[in-house]
């Protein structure tokens, strides 16, 4: 990745300390981990004892030539610099630009072996004692009482934690351990003996639902003693190969025994005749729960349900998707409980799967954007990170606390909360700050992942606040903020092309900043404001326009276009939904003392009454998709919408609601999956609706209309959108002077028969003179116009 690298401290060419700092060229070598490293030697006056040297690393690589490549800031708060510190008497210091091989199950390769051993590695700085447990394959489970133990091997510290004894034959060879189990056992600061998974596992064998310690439930059966039936973020981690991959999809045993090397498998990743995107305002994105699939199958989807529906994606125009947090998470969920960022959750079919699914995407031109969460860890994080090696909330190392313990009256007073589910992470530690960063960066190497969307990102720069009395916590915030900022820079650092959304409600503009204009840097805003002012459903404000479910009652009372069309020339920057996961039915608010839950598009058309209502429902999803799909924000629409799912889809019952989408397509859905379609490819094929050029030119909130201009050099295209339940049959007149004087052609009605409407169309050109025009617009419909040029 990167090459010519070259130190700089602050030391003189004779190595006393010195402001003026000195660059010295660093030599190649390969790293006992088999990684590529750079070293340097300086010989370093330590005659002023007191005084620390500050260093760093440049170098060339994919963010150009001399590049800074530390990313990560020193440890103060308010301190945004980048460079490392050598403290008096340490003998020298190391970087690691990805702490991935640093922890857990690695490879290492002694002087002069041609092949790999094995070292496990945990941090655990507060522990009395540590081993290495080894499970068995069937139950991939190890209780608390230490059942299902096979072997055990003591672990001593060092500087880096934890570490196995490199001299012990039974770590000699890492294809003998690839893909066993394992844990640690952990003696922590209080005495007491606690079962550990390995948080920088690159695997968790468990693929089912069940916490085999958990108290009886009625409703649930009992877990069956079976890996398949034993919820991930309890079960055992496991070794894994990094440097190769299944040679099929799913061969149905393990262990398995087909492989291909890394390179053999991602050689013919990419087609040239369907290069994947790179930029975001090119996307059309389709927001997938890999796990949501599998209708009819008691069990969630997997990524071969995903690799599945691919060719008919393709066809409906779609050149993006956005996956539902695919790392190791609690039980089958949506994935927002995250237990380990380094391993992929094994319901969905596990990491070898997901490279699968991403070369399968990448062959037909369709870049993957993947969802992570940072802003709090799995709910029952007993296994993983609560409590890893200390008993006091003090030293609890992954989450942060607010001592000392005895200031609050319970216990759990110091900790934090940020809107999210559960208590905020340490982003103080760096070593947690980096697990996410090299988190992202193993997928975006390994994995080839093109993108990522952050979960919640107020959470970290805005929203913590001490549990026990809510007062804000702005070290926090500042620590959080530092996060953010590692985390986009060391990204940027490997790829300066990936994509980075954030969602986020704050408004606040740092985020979209450069870094060096002291901004966060990401590229885009995943956008509610969109959602709330054109569904509605999911109320967060009563100023918001809420047309859709507004015109779901189906009267003829005013609507805010207006509001909406200045919500819509904020877009730009933004990736724009009319339906996600988290409105789909998930969302509530309380009116009138009754709670109000958000629906599925079509429901919210018709105020939930589809019942000899869907003409209607789909004619006003037509309205709604397409203003979502021609909006100068890159547009983003949930599963099932193309086809009108209209189950409501929630996070804690979604497998009860899954629907047959290929089903759908074929029957009822098929009209209105065409103008997704159709709309699809209108925007994918005009620089004019993919720039970001837009103004509006009419809004009436009584008329219930409003069109918008779209421009890109020379070329002009207007959108027009109605939601009135009449027709204007003879005609639909206003002006704007930004309109270009000349003939212009309709290139799409939505109330066309071929997507079920009643056959409106404006023939032939329609003349602007002098600004104005005039157009027939159907009954709730929108309208395409592309200019043609002077009359």
């Known amino acids: 990745m990167f090459s010519s690298l070259r130190i700089r401290g602050s030391w003189d060419r004779a190595g006393r300390y010195s402001d003026d700092w000195t660059t010295s060229p660093m030599q190649a070598f390969v790293a006992e981990d088999g990684c590529p490293a750079w070293f340097a030697e300086i010989e370093l006056d330590r005659s002023d004892s007191d005084r620390a040297f500050l260093w760093g690393v440049i170098g060339d690589g994919p963010a150009g030539p001399d590049s800074w490549l530390i990313p990560t800031e020193v440890a103060d708060a308010s301190n945004t610099a980048q460079f490392r510190i050598l403290k008096p008497g340490q003998p020298g210091a190391r970087y690691h630009f990805n702490i991935n091989r640093r922890f857990g199950a690695n ?155 890394d390179a053999e498998f991602w050689a013919d990743e990419h087609s040239p005749l369907r290069p994947v995107p790179q930029q975001l305002r090119d996307l059309v994105i389709y927001e997938l729960h890999v796990e949501g699939l599998g209708f009819g199958r008691p069990t969630p989807g997997t990524f071969a349900d995903a690799i599945a529906m691919l060719d008919d994606l393709c066809t409906l125009g779609i050149n993006a998707i956005e996956l539902l947090p695919t790392a190791e998470a609690q039980g089958w969920s949506w994935g927002y409980g995250t237990s380990h960022h380094f391993a992929t959750e094994y319901a969905g079919g596990g990491r070898d799967e997901l490279k699968h699914f991403v070369r399968a995407c990448h062959r037909r031109g369709i870049a993957v954007l993947m969802d992570v969460v940072y802003n709090h860890w799995v709910a029952d994080a007993e296994r993983c990170e609560w409590q890893y090696d200390s008993a006091s909330p003090e030293t609890n190392r992954y989450y942060w606390y607010e001592g000392p313990e005895n200031r609050w009256p319970r216990p759990d007073d110091g900790y934090v909360d940020n809107g999210s589910t559960g208590f905020a992470p340490n982003y103080r530690d760096e070593l947690v700050r980096r697990l996410f960063a090299s988190s992202a960066l193993v997928f975006l190497t390994e994995f080839h992942i093109d993108g990522f969307r952050v979960d919640l990102t107020q959470a970290f720069h805005r929203d913590n606040v001490l549990h026990g009395n809510g007062a804000s916590c702005p070290d926090a915030n500042r620590f959080g903020t530092k996060m953010l900022r590692e985390w986009v820079r060391t990204l940027r650092l490997a790829k300066p092309s990936v994509m980075l959304v954030a969602e986020d409600h704050s408004g606040w503009p740092a985020m979209l900043e450069a870094q060096d204009t002291g901004g966060i840097g990401f590229d885009a805003i ?266």
Not at 194 to 211: L, M, P, S
Not at 596 to 622: H, K, M, P, Y
């Open 107 to 261: 490879k290492i390769y002694p002087a002069g072996a041609t092949t790999a051993a094995i070292r496990f590695t945990v941090s655990a700085p507060r522990a009395q004692a540590v081993d290495l447990v080894v499970g068995e394959a069937v139950s991939g489970y190890i209780a608390n009482d230490g059942t299902g133990i096979t072997h055990v091997f003591a672990m001593t510290p060092g500087n880096n934690g934890w570490q196995t004894d490199d001299r012990d034959p039974a770590f000699a060879s890492f294809a003998d351990w690839d893909r066993r189990l394992y844990m640690f056992r952990i003696r922590r600061d209080d005495g007491t003996v606690r079962y550990r998974t390995d948080i920088f596992a690159r695997g968790q064998i468990g693929g089912g639902d069940k916490d085999p310690e958990a108290a009886p439930d009625p409703n649930n059966p009992p877990w069956d003693g079976t890996r398949q039936d034993l919820d991930g973020t309890k079960s055992c981690s496991i070794v894994i190969d990094p440097e190769r991959v299944t040679a099929v999809l799913n061969e149905g045993v393990f262990p398995e025994t087909l492989w291909l090397s």
């Open 526 to 791: 995943w956008w509610a404001e969109w959602y709330h002012n054109l569904i509605g459903d999911s109320q967060n404000s009563p100023d918001n326009a809420r047309l859709l479910y507004v015109a779901g009652f189906g009267d003829d009372r005013p609507l805010a276009m207006s509001k909406l069309g200045q919500v819509l020339m904020q877009s730009r920057t933004r990736v724009i939904y009319h339906e996600s996961h988290d409105q789909a039915g998930n969302a509530s608010y309380t009116e009138n003392g009754k709670e109000i839950f958000s629906a599925r598009t079509i429901q919210v058309a018709v105020n939930g009454q589809l019942d000899g209502n869907q003409r209607w429902a789909e004619a006003r999803c037509r309205v709604v998709a397409g203003l979502t799909l021609l909006a100068p924000g890159t547009p983003m629409f949930f599963m099932g919408e193309e086809v009108g799912a209209r189950e409501p889809y929630r996070y804690n019952d979604w497998m009860r609601h899954r629907e047959d989408f290929a089903t759908l397509g074929a029957t009822t859905g098929a009209a209105l999956r065409r103008f997704y379609r159709d709309a699809i490819w209108l925007r994918r094929s005009r620089a004019t609706l993919r720039g970001v050029d837009v103004a509006i030119v009419h809004a009436h909130d009584t008329n219930r209309v409003l069109a918008f201009q779209r421009w890109h050099g020379d070329a002009h295209m207007l959108v027009v959108a109605s939601l009135a339940n009449q027709a204007f049959e003879q005609g639909y007149r206003f002006s704007s002077l930004s309109l270009p004087d000349g003939a212009w052609r309709e290139v799409l009605n939505s109330d066309a028969t071929i997507y079920g409407g009643q056959g409106g169309r404006n023939a032939g050109a329609i003349i602007c003179s002098g600004g104005t025009i005039d157009l027939r617009i159907p009954a709730v419909g929108i309208v395409v116009l592309e200019y043609l040029g002077p009359a």
